[in-house]
């Protein structure tokens, strides 16, 4: 597995001010005149003491059943453009699976070394690291050993945890996507599997690109993907590293 875990878990103050000012207790109050008022004059006083109609309000304001929404719908994702990031099913952004943990280790700056030998040298997970958009992104090289291409690049994120990159295929599936999203994209045909750790989850597997390659959409309880997988369909079923 990789060394970084892929799935983890205003206060205002307000001050009321009041004030009275007291009056002249002693003061005795003038005796009002009193003038004859006549029936038109009555109605014009009362016209003009009446409370003015209350405006006009939005029933939703007091009304809840009239203020609730339905849940907005998950708008259809974009196709991916950014060359940095983008998803293929040989490989994300600079790096495919043609290329060996060394090769990458030239792009991202990073010594793999130690992760290479972890595993006696069959097997390597590394999290590519570097400064690009693509740092978090981890890389599985297994089917010919450590010194063998990479066989598939993936990132997971836990469900409470904000995403640090959104890479996306060229239909436009990455992290937030739904199974109809997915479906839209790659037709229903698609290999699904229960979660092994969290029986919640749905693994789907879709073969795309060349023969033996592809993707993996991992879809959390909230049926939105929270992790992604790209490259040699055989290690894409592994549960964990490198079996």
């Known amino acids: 597995m990789p060394r970084s875990s892929m799935v983890a878990p205003a206060l205002a103050a307000v001050i009321a001010l009041a004030g ?22 009555s109605a014009t006083a009362a016209d003009s003491t009446a409370s003015p109609a209350p405006a006009t309000s939005d029933p939703t304001a007091s009304d809840p059943a009239a203020s609730a929404t339905s849940p907005t719908p998950r708008p259809t994702p974009a196709a991916s ?3 940095a990031t983008a998803i293929t099913p040989t490989g994300v952004g600079p790096f495919t699976t043609e290329m060996t943990l060394t090769e990458a280790a030239a792009v991202t700056g990073e010594d793999y070394s130690m992760d290479m030998e972890a595993f ?22 297994e089917s010919e050993g450590a010194d063998g291409p990479i066989d598939t690049f993936g990132y997971g994120i836990a469900q409470d945890e904000p995403a640090a990159v959104d890479a996306r295929t060229s239909e436009g599936i990455g992290l937030g996507s739904t199974m109809a999203h997915i479906t839209a994209a790659y037709g229903a045909d698609l290999e699904t599997r ?4 969290d029986v919640a989850s749905t693994d789907v597997f879709v073969a795309a690109g060349p023969d033996g390659f592809g993707y993996k959409f991992v879809l959390g309880a ?13 290690q894409l ?7």
Do not use: K, M, N, Q
């Open 20 to 41: 009275c000012a007291a009056g002249d207790e002693g003061a005795a109050s003038p005796t009002p005149s009193v003038t004859a008022t006549t029936a038109t004059e």
């Open 81 to 83: 453009t950014d060359a």
């Open 120 to 141: 006696g040298g069959h097997c390597a997970a590394v999290i590519l690291g570097g400064d690009g958009p693509w740092a978090p992104i981890w890389a599985l090289a």
């Open 194 to 197: 229960e979660g092994f750790y």
């Open 222 to 234: 909230d049926g939105a993907v929270r992790e992604w997988g790209a490259g040699r369909l055989e």
């Open 237 to 243: 079923h592994y549960v964990e590293g490198c079996a």
